[in-house]
């Protein structure tokens, strides 16, 4: 929130909602939760809480491909665009997965005799990437759906796992209409960041 001070709202309650986006002229919306079902309520409570304090301008990040990959948690962020696209002025960012969920998911596998990937393409993006644009959207005027944003390379999780130190990999694919649109590229952007996942793991290393 554009604002100096620190405020503390409950978007799952809207406690303290209307207090914190008083005054305020901008909103940038990171929050989520894996919880099925509430990240649509929690973002209609902040949408209604900002239109009401007449905030001029919320920022959201969503993901790429929430319209391409049938996953529950996806159209959950798909939804909350509609709503923000019927509602107030706004400016929707869609990026492609962190650095970090990537590494997440390997630190957990790696240790083992032969580490699954998943046999699909990814482009991970760096979150200060995200977060630079993220800011630079804020200072400007509502854009509506801007392009989306993903990491400045296209690789195979195998190969990622390559960088990250595993050797031993057996490829798997999963049934469904979700992993066939990862496998097809749902969830890629040609627009991308600057920060490699190995540049990323050498300066965690």
């Known amino acids: 929130m554009s604002r100096r001070g620190h405020v503390v709202a409950d978007l799952s309650t809207g406690e303290g909602l209307d207090a914190a986006v008083a005054g305020v002229d901008v ?3 990171l929050a989520t939760g894996y ?30 491909g929430v319209d391409r990959v049938p996953i529950s948690y996806y159209r959950g962020k798909l939804e ?15 990026a492609t997965q962190f650095h970090d969920l990537i590494r997440t998911y390997l630190a957990k596998t790696a240790w ?27 200072v400007g005027p509502p ?16 190969d990622l796992a390559r ?3 595993a050797r031993r990999l057996v490829r798997f694919r999963l049934p469904g209409k979700a992993f066939r ?3 097809a590229g749902g969830n890629l952007t040609r627009t991308g960041g600057a920060i490699t996942f190995a540049q990323y793991l050498k300066e965690r290393r």
């Open 27 to 29: 909103v940038v919306h």
């Open 35 to 64: 919880r099925r079902g509430r990240d649509v309520p929690a973002a209609r409570r902040l949408i209604d809480a900002a239109l009401e304090a007449g905030v001029r301008h919320l920022v959201y990040v969503s993901i790429v």
């Open 80 to 94: 909350i665009e509609r709503l923000l696209a019927e509602s107030m002025p706004h400016s929707i960012l869609r």
């Open 112 to 138: 083992l005799p032969v580490v699954p990937v998943p046999d699909m393409r990814v482009q991970p993006v760096d979150v200060r990437d995200v977060a630079e644009r993220l800011a630079e959207l804020a």
């Open 143 to 158: 854009q509506g759906r801007v392009p989306d944003l993903g990491g400045p390379k296209v690789e195979s999780f195998a």
């Open 163 to 165: 960088t990250y130190g």
């Open 181 to 183: 649109a990862y496998r």
